[in-house]
């Protein structure tokens, strides 16, 4: 069965609005600030072996915290977007740190991603999930959100 993804693009972008509290991602005031490199997630065009294995990975995503000082923050994810594009639930979208085993579902809610104090670098992994009798041809994407609070 010929299949053909042209690529799922992810927008990652900081926002500077807090969320609801969710898995320790309780918006505190003196926001941190974030960069994120490279600024779009782009997953290569899936072949075979990636819907037999069931997904296809990215490159890592570099998220630069600049926080000054010694109070602790946290860094959280969430989406933007319910879906990917031709009803592929956002869910099937998954990411998690670099060096990390498990992997979670990207959600439309804050989660923490993980804690720190200072300034630093933390490296995170996207993944979609790949079915052969459910996903079509075509471009998906989202727009992600990475945001930090102090405390």
Do not use: Y
Not at 6 to 22: E, F, K, S, T
Not at 55 to 63: D, L, N, T
Not at 104 to 128: A, E, K, N, Y
Request: glycine residues 14%; proline residues 8%; charged residues 20%.
């Amino acid at each position: 069965m010929p299949w053909a993804l042209a690529a799922l693009a992810v927008g990652i972008m900081a926002v500077p609005r807090p969320a609801a509290a969710q898995a320790g991602c309780d918006p505190q005031p003196g926001r941190i600030r974030l960069r994120m490199s490279p600024a779009a997630v782009v997953f290569p065009t899936p072949g075979a072996i990636d819907f037999d294995l069931g997904w296809i990975e990215s490159a890592p995503v570099e998220v630069r915290v600049n926080a000054l000082g010694q109070k602790g923050w946290t860094l959280c994810l969430r989406s933007e977007d319910a879906d990917l594009g031709g009803g592929k639930p956002v869910g099937e979208l998954e990411w998690r740190l670099e060096g990390d085993p498990g992997w979670q579902p990207i959600d439309l809610v804050d989660r923490l991603v993980t804690r720190g104090s200072g300034s630093t670098r933390v490296l995170v992994r996207f993944r979609v999930l790949l079915d052969w009798a459910v996903d079509g041809a075509g471009t998906h994407g989202a727009v992600l959100a990475f945001s930090g609070h102090r405390g």
